[in-house]
């Protein structure tokens, strides 16, 4: 027996295409800290102007490097949670779903999740500042930040900065899966930054149930047909527990 709103059971097993948003809090349970949270220790001095800004990296591209290289070796060394692994169940279970989050991390991918529309980027992947050719890999050792093969320029993580676009491709097919699902899941993200913020209300507009998974109250809280005031961990589980009866 599930303790879900049973409204939301049937939304769930009638719906032809669900669609889920991730944020930080969905990697709150592998000991990921949010980007703010991060800024500890060494870091702390710091504002995100100073680490996440093409004028930051033209200004000391050592320090952004050397910052996103320590983020990059934390995420390594966490591990997928149970939210992670339920929502690459989900992928599975249902025939139409799709994962979109704006978590750096790679943690979904690692828990099984095949197809992830990564609207903010990944830390796995790095390119070049000057041609924006990607670089499959880089040398440790070296001058850092390390150089393109292709032009010599220097590479930077294949991550969206604070005033960057998002990549057009990743947002096009989110905003198609907002527009097109009957169920969207909202999990783990303040719904503070644009544009991933407008994509439940557009989901909405478009005639879908809007869920919440988060533990705090966030402004997507008054939009939200259920909330599901709860760690991603012990709601998600539940969820692919309903689904795989
Ligand atoms: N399960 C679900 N939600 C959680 C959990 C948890 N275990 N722990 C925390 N949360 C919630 C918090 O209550 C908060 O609402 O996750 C949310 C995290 O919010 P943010 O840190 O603002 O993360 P996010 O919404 O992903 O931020 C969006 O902002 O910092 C930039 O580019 C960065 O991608 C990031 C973007």
Redesign the pocket.
Known sequence: MSDLPPDLLARLRAARQVTAL?????S??SGVP????AQTGLWAQYQ?EDLATTSAFRRDPELVWNWYAWRRDLVRRAEPNP?HRALAQLEKALPGFTLIT???DGLHQRAGSRTVIE??GSLERVKCFDCGAPAPAWPEAGPVPPRCGRCGGRLRPDV?WFGEALPPAALSAAWAAAQHCQVFLC???????EP?ASLPGEARRHGAALVE????P?PLSALADFVLR????A?LPKLTAFLAE
Do not use: K, M, Y
């Open positions: 991730t944020g930080a809090g969905v709150a349970e949010t980007f703010r949270d995100p939210g704006q978590n750096v609207l903010h969206v999990i783990g993200t303040s719904g503070l930054v991933a998974i988060n533990p705090q966030t709860a760690p991603a961990g709601a």
